[in-house]
């Protein structure tokens, strides 16, 4: 475990959960840059496959969304695009994604976005009891049932898992 401080101030992605009325736990962990979930899978002792990761993506026409993946797995942007469908799905740049997500690449979480994106979350994550998911900020994810993806996300369940 990680020996910051296991609360953390308050994010647009918190807020958001918080006004829906949704119960979280809070998993703070040493970021470490290009660590990704299996750095925080590994210090907070959970297993990579239930850390979802929020993907900034864009279509042929620059249009974004966000993809959420197992922490295990990439995304075959083919098969999304096909399954959106659109012609081609390619992820943002860093500073595009930030632009329009409001949050730091690294810290991005699909609650609380600066701009509303269509979501899309790889099916198998909402067969899991739990997950970890980004909580707004570096080192920082939240614990929540997945069934929260779909109900006050929207997210649209696609098979695209390699």
């Known amino acids: ?17 918080k006004r829906a009325g949704v119960p979280f736990t809070e998993h703070v ?22 850390v979802v990761k929020t993907l900034v993506m864009q279509d042929e026409k620059a249009e974004p969304l966000i993809v959420l993946m197992h922490g295990d797995r990439t995304v075959s942007l083919k098969e999304l695009a096909r399954q959106i469908p659109c012609k081609k799905v390619e992820p943002c740049k860093p500073e595009v994604a930030q632009r329009h997500s409001g949050y730091q690449v690294g810290g991005t979480s699909p609650f609380g976005v600066r701009k509303a994106m269509p979501v899309f979350v790889e099916a198998s994550i909402l067969d899991l009891p739990r997950i970890c998911i980004n909580g707004g900020r570096r ?5 929540i049932e997945p069934r929260v993806l779909t109900e006050l996300l929207g997210a649209r369940a696609v098979s695209c898992a390699n």
């Not at 962990?29 to 239930?50: M, R, W």
């Not at 080192?139 to 614990?143: A, C, D, H, K, R």
């Open 29 to 50: 962990y040493d970021y470490v840059e290009h660590g990704g979930t299996a750095e925080s899978s590994k210090q907070l002792g959970v297993d990579e496959h239930a």
């Open 139 to 143: 080192g920082y994810l939240v614990g």
């Open 1 to 17: 475990m990680s020996k910051k401080s296991s609360h953390v101030s308050e994010t647009p992605a918190t807020q958001a959960l």
